[in-house]
């Protein structure tokens, strides 16, 4: 059974702070995918990395895939307010399932 | 360019009833997986369709069971529902030999 772990579980940051939200796995996958999901809210994709030391980044957020591709990172740079949210790991084989993490609710503070 | 689609937003059945959820992909996409999110949990893949037939099935008992129309769009239906099914349903689409998934709003179902 294929399992993701996230860390942290819950983060509460005053606005500006960065932060860093850490998926791990004991197994390789094809590819890892990021969403953000608002409460009562489908998860709505991020990034998406497939090879393994790969680096994206999207404005403030840098996400990053582990050399063996069992792990990645996703960084927030200087947080605001509307980050807040849930953030969702999954990883996943071409045109298979997606594994989720359990996630990390993020709570930027003003 | 309508995204994935579901139907109907809130749902509330009575233990032992049966429900239809339906879902619409994103145009362009022919697979459609169903995910079930438990409040304070990751979604759990259901099963996936593609070319109207499901291709993968996670870890759920033969009560739920679903189908794909021609035109890519797709239903879950639950029977005999328990209260442990109360959950937000969520369908995903993509193409079949795609890595990304995208998501509807869900469907939150409550079973009282």
């Known amino acids: 059974t294929q399992l993701l772990e996230q860390s942290p579980q819950f983060l509460s940051i005053q606005e500006g702070e960065n932060l860093t939200v850490y998926c791990n796995s004991s197994s390789v996958f094809s590819s890892l995918q990021w969403y953000r999901q608002e409460p009562g809210e489908g998860p709505v994709l991020l990034v998406t990395v497939v090879t393994g030391g790969e680096v994206k980044k999207l404005k403030r957020l840098t996400f990053q895939f582990g050399d063996a591709r069992k792990d990645s990172s996703l960084h927030i740079t200087a947080a605001q307010t509307g980050d807040t949210g849930l953030y969702l790991c999954a990883g996943g084989e071409y045109g298979n399932k997606l594994v989720f993490g359990a996630g990390t609710i993020l709570r930027v503070k003003s | 360019d309508a995204g994935v689609t579901q139907s109907p937003t809130h749902l509330i059945k009575t233990r032992g009833q049966q429900v239809t959820l339906r879902c619409s992909p994103k145009?362009?996409?022919?697979?459609v997986s169903w995910y079930q999110q438990a409040l304070g949990q990751g979604p759990q893949f259901i099963f996936q369709?593609?070319?109207?037939?499901?291709?993968q099935r996670g870890n759920f008992p033969d009560r739920f069971s679903g189908h794909q129309f021609p035109n890519y769009s797709s239903e879950l239906n639950v029977n005999a529902l328990l209260l442990g099914d109360s959950a937000l349903y969520l369908c995903?689409?993509?193409?079949?030999?795609?890595?990304?998934?995208?998501f509807g709003p869900g469907t939150r179902l409550t079973v009282t």
């Open positions: 369709y593609y070319e109207e037939e499901e291709r």
């Open positions: 145009s362009g996409h022919d697979t």
């Open positions: 995903a689409s993509s193409g079949y030999r795609d890595y990304e998934q995208y």
